[in-house]
T-cell receptor, first 115, second 113 residues
Framework: DTGVSQNPRHKITKRGQNVTFRCDPI?????LYWYRQTLGQGPEFLTY????????KSRLLSDRFSAERPKGSFSTLEIQRTEQGDSAMYLC?????????????FGSGTRLTVV | GNSVTQMEGPVTLSEEAFLTINCTYT??????LFWYVQYPGEGLQLLLK?????DKGSNKGFEATYRKETTSFHLEKGSVQVSDSAVYFC????????????FGQGTILTVHP
């Protein structure tokens, strides 16, 4: 088990471009989560999947953001028409859902810089 | 929804000093409580958790006790090391959904030799 893997680790893009991040969860985990973390703040929830179903989306997830988990394994997070305010660390986490008493395993994150 | 408040930081200590990082919460019911740690350049790692009132979570010399009366979950360590330098986050389930965790803003800990 190699843990939660995120790619790329760093992404620099020009404003207005589209970017896509990938997350590979721990293989037996059925839940996958996306969070955004800005400097000096805790992670903010964006969305989560149980298997391939997207069960909840935060109001933070504007129409420019879309996430998929097509086969219930890896997930992608796409940001269209990036803005400077999208610069942040995007964190993915996974868990084998057994109730609310269990924590997640996080990946190392993808740091996005919009210039 | 549920929320959590952490003490203002950063915290700077000398090696072997005693550490306390305060965390208080507002929640419906009695959710599990968590402390996560983020080392430089890495993702968050679960440090410890407590699932019910009066439970004490512990790991790597860190401890936190779930205090229902004071709605607190303060993190403590008796003797910190330089390697404990990191950002510490208090967290709890998001309330209306078991799918998400709500995090505090984080406390930066720096330990000097």
């Amino acid at each position: 088990d190699t843990g939660v893997s995120q790619n790329p680790r760093h992404k620099i893009t020009k404003r207005g471009q589209n970017v896509t991040f990938r997350c590979d969860p721990i293989s037996e985990h059925n839940r996958l989560y996306w969070y955004r973390q800005t400097l000096g703040q805790g992670p903010e929830f964006l969305t989560y999947f149980q298997n391939e179903a997207q069960l909840e989306k935060s109001r933070l997830l504007s129409d420019r953001f879309s996430a998929e988990r097509p086969k219930g394994s890896f997930s992608t997070l796409e940001i269209q028409r990036t803005e400077q305010g999208d610069s942040a660390m995007y964190l993915c986490a996974s868990s084998q859902y057994r109730g609310p008493n269990y924590g997640y395993t996080f990946g190392s994150g993808t740091r996005l810089t919009v210039v | 929804g549920n929320s959590v408040t952490q003490m203002e930081g950063p915290v700077t200590l000398s090696e072997e000093a005693f550490l306390t990082i305060n965390c208080t919460y507002t929640a419906t019911g009695y959710p599990s409580l968590f402390w996560y740690v983020q080392y430089p350049g890495e993702g968050l790692q679960l440090l410890l958790k407590a699932t019910k009132a009066d439970d004490k979570g512990s790991n790597k010399g860190f401890e936190a006790t779930y205090r229902k009366e004071t709605t607190s979950f303060h993190l403590e360590k008796g003797s910190v090391q330089v390697s404990d330098s990191a950002v510490y986050f208090c967290a709890l389930p998001g309330g209306t959904s078991y799918g998400k965790l709500t995090f505090g803003q984080g406390t930066i800990l720096t330990v000097h030799p």
